[in-house]
């Protein structure tokens, strides 16, 4: 009971605070009460697109090499193409071709129809089979791709496009442009900051672009003759960033 008795005080001087602080909330004139003004003061800054570009020698050549066949039986068809392939293939391999760099691209089975006349009326009647298979052939040492050529020809290749010429592991290259990019990004920043009269600060941030390669050309060659001098060329590999810089 004496607790009880002695809560009873803190009670009372708790409802009597709350009761004082309800009164002065309502009673304290707010409209007139300068509260100032909350602003939002951005930093003046400027984006810019910086780019860098440099020349590689192409890394790999791709080749297509084909066979077909055509005969009266489909089996004999199918079996005629598949010893020229692993002849071709076989040849790739002592070429020093590795197997992860040999697929096949597409093969084909298919009857054709022929036409005919009977009684004076066009007919149409199953034909021979048609058999054809392509392999992809990648070289790593573009330096070959004539000896190359003439390799897959040799072998019984009926149908050759190549060499297709391209780049491959251009990481390198990207990471060093990459800075190029970012330095090529700062020099327009400071002509513009110039021009406005103001001086370059600090970069605020860096967004990076993709890199882009052109596309690369198929050349054909016609299944047969021995491989000439073949040029791999150079491709081009691209960077570009955006960049906002702090403007003072």
Do not use: C
Not at 48 to 54: D, E, Y
Not at 72 to 81: G, H, T, W
């Amino acid at each position: 009971m004496e607790h009880k008795h002695a809560f009873l005080p803190l009670l009372a001087g708790g409802f009597v605070l709350g009761f004082t602080l309800l009164a002065g909330a309502y009673f304290i004139p707010w409209k007139t009460i300068n509260w100032g003004k909350l602003q939002n003061i951005s930093q003046p800054s400027i984006t810019v697109t910086g780019q860098a570009k440099s020349k590689q020698k192409n890394q790999i050549a791709t080749f297509n090499a084909g066979v077909s066949a055509v005969h009266d039986n489909k089996q004999s068809a199918i079996d005629e193409v598949n010893t020229k392939i692993a002849a071709i293939i076989q040849a790739a391999k002592d070429f020093g071709i590795k197997s992860e760099d040999i697929k096949t691209q597409n093969m084909n089975v298919f009857q054709s129809e022929e036409t005919y006349y009977e009684e004076g009326r066009q007919k149409a009647r199953p034909g021979q089979w048609r058999v054809n298979n392509t392999i992809e052939v990648i070289l790593r040492d573009v330096d070959r791709a004539g000896n190359l050529a003439s390799t897959l020809t040799k072998a019984g290749a009926t149908s050759m496009y190549g060499p297709n010429f391209q780049l491959d592991d251009t990481i390198e290259a990207e990471n060093q442009l990459l800075a190029e990019a970012v330095e090529d990004a700062r020099k327009k920043a400071e002509i513009i900051a110039k021009g406005s009269e103001r001086k370059l600060g600090k970069v605020l941030n860096v967004l990076e672009g993709s890199a882009s390669y052109p596309q690369p050309i198929m050349y054909a060659r016609e299944a047969g003759g021995g491989g000439g001098a073949v040029e791999p060329g150079t491709g081009t590999v691209y960077q570009s960033v955006t960049v906002t810089f702090e403007m003072e």
